[in-house]
C-alpha cells in the first residue's frame, strides 16, 4: 500500500533528508536517468500525484507528472526514518 503526500510536505521531506538516489523516467518504455535535487524541484511542482510506499530500511517516493505527451515518473529512495 502507499500513502498520497502532498508537494509541500515532500519538499519539505528532501529538505531535511538526503535522498540516496533520485531518477527520472518515461513510464511507457521504462527509459530512465538519474537527476539532481533542482530537477527533482521543478518536476514536484509540476506533479499529479506523489506516492510514498515504506518498508523497513527505505521510502520509495513516486511523482507522476507529465512532460509534453509523455507519462513520467521520478522515483526518490531515502531511508526510512
Same mark, same amino acid.
Given at each position: $500500500?502507499?500513502?498520497?503526500? #502532498? #508537494?509541500?510536505?515532500?519538499?519539505? $521531506?528532501? @529538505?531535511? =533528508? %538526503?535522498?540516496? =538516489?533520485? /531518477?527520472? $523516467? +518515461?513510464?511507457?518504455? @521504462?527509459? /530512465? +536517468?538519474?537527476?539532481?535535487?533542482?530537477?527533482?524541484?521543478?518536476?514536484?511542482?509540476? #506533479?499529479? +500525484?506523489?506516492? =510514498?510506499?515504506?518498508?523497513?530500511?527505505? +521510502?520509495?517516493?513516486?511523482?507522476?507528472?507529465? &512532460?509534453? %505527451?509523455?507519462?513520467?515518473? /521520478?522515483?526518490?529512495?531515502? &531511508? /526510512? @526514518?
Amino acid at each position: $500500500m502507499y500513502k498520497v503526500v #502532498s #508537494s509541500k510536505t515532500f519538499v519539505d $521531506m528532501v @529538505g531535511q =533528508c %538526503r535522498p540516496l =538516489c533520485i /531518477a527520472d $523516467m +518515461e513510464i511507457d518504455t @521504462g527509459d /530512465a +536517468e538519474l537527476i539532481n535535487r533542482r530537477r527533482l524541484l521543478e518536476i514536484v511542482r509540476t #506533479s499529479t +500525484e506523489i506516492r =510514498c510506499y515504506q518498508d523497513d530500511l527505505l +521510502e520509495r517516493y513516486d511523482i507522476y507528472y507529465r &512532460e509534453d %505527451r509523455d507519462a513520467r515518473l /521520478a522515483r526518490v529512495l531515502m &531511508e /526510512a @526514518g
